[in-house]
C-alpha cells in the first residue's frame, strides 16, 4: 500500500523568498504524484501531478516539482513567493498498479502543510 | 459553468440524527468519491464510485451510507452510529475513476454537532 508523509505541517516564508514544500511517498511500484492546493473553507485545486512522463512537471501559479525516484520525493518549489499563495497544500499518490484491481483505484493525501506569507 | 456543487455550505446534527450531505456535478464525470477532511489529519475517503448503482467502501466507511442512482449525484448520509461527524466534508468526481485522473471537488460542507 502506498503512502504519502509531508514533512512541517507549517511552513513561513517570506514575500519573494523561495518556497520549497517536502513530500516523501511509500510505493511498490512507481507511483503517480499529485499537489493539491486548498485555500480556506473551499475545495482542493490540482496544482500538478506526475504520471511518469518528465520527471519535472510545471503546475499552476508559477508551481512545480520534480520526481525523485532515488530519494523517493516530489517536493513542491516556487521561485518567489506571493501573498496569495498562502493556503494549505497537499500531496498525494496513487498506485498505478491498482488500475487493473478493482477497488484498489485510491488517492492517498498526505496530512497536508499550511504555507504562511510573511509580507 | 461545469462543476461540482455540495449543499448545503453548513449542516448542523442532533444526537442520534441521520442527516444527508448532497453532491452534485454536471462534468459528465463517471467516479465520484466522498472525503472526511479533520485538521493536521489531511483527506479520508469515505465512500467512492466508479458506476452508478454501484460504490465501494473507502477507508472509514462506518458510520456512513451512500446511493448512487443517477450519474450526476452521490449523496452521503452520515448516520447516528458515526459517534464524532463533526468534520469538513468533500466531495470530488474523476472522468473515469482512473488513478492517474485530476479529481475535481466541490466547495464542502462542514458538519457541525449540537
Known amino acids: 500500500a502506498q503512502s504519502v508523509t509531508q514533512l512541517g505541517s507549517h511552513v513561513s516564508v517570506s514575500e519573494g523568498a523561495l518556497v520549497l514544500l517536502r513530500c516523501n511517498y511509500s510505493s511498490s511500484v512507481p507511483p503517480y504524484l499529485f499537489w493539491y492546493v486548498q485555500y480556506p473553507n473551499q475545495g482542493l485545486q490540482l496544482l500538478l501531478k506526475y504520471t511518469s512522463a518528465a520527471t519535472l512537471v510545471k503546475g499552476i501559479n508559477g508551481f512545480e516539482a520534480e520526481f525523485k525516484k532515488s530519494e523517493t520525493s516530489f517536493h513542491l518549489t516556487k521561485p518567489s513567493a506571493h501573498m496569495r499563495d498562502a493556503a494549505e497544500y497537499f500531496c498525494a499518490v496513487s498506485d498505478p498498479g491498482s488500475a487493473s484491481n478493482f477497488g484498489n483505484e485510491k488517492l492517498t493525501f498526505g496530512t497536508g502543510t499550511r504555507l504562511t506569507i510573511i509580507p | 459553468d461545469g462543476g461540482i456543487t455540495q449543499s448545503p455550505k453548513y449542516l448542523f446534527r442532533k444526537e442520534g440524527q441521520n442527516v444527508t450531505l448532497s453532491c452534485e456535478q454536471n462534468?459528465?464525470?463517471?467516479?465520484m468519491y466522498w472525503y472526511r477532511q479533520d485538521p493536521g489529519q489531511g483527506l479520508r475517503l469515505i465512500y467512492y464510485?466508479?458506476?452508478?448503482?454501484?460504490?465501494q467502501k473507502g477507508d472509514i466507511a462506518e458510520g456512513y451510507s451512500v446511493s448512487r442512482e443517477k450519474k450526476e449525484s452521490f449523496p452521503l448520509t452520515v448516520t447516528s452510529a458515526q459517534k464524532n461527524p463533526t468534520a469538513f466534508y468533500l466531495c470530488a468526481s474523476t472522468i473515469t475513476g482512473g488513478v492517474q485522473e485530476t479529481q475535481y471537488f466541490g466547495p464542502g460542507t462542514r458538519l457541525l454537532v449540537l
Open positions: 462534468l459528465n464525470h463517471d467516479a
Open positions: 464510485s466508479q458506476i452508478v448503482n454501484d460504490f
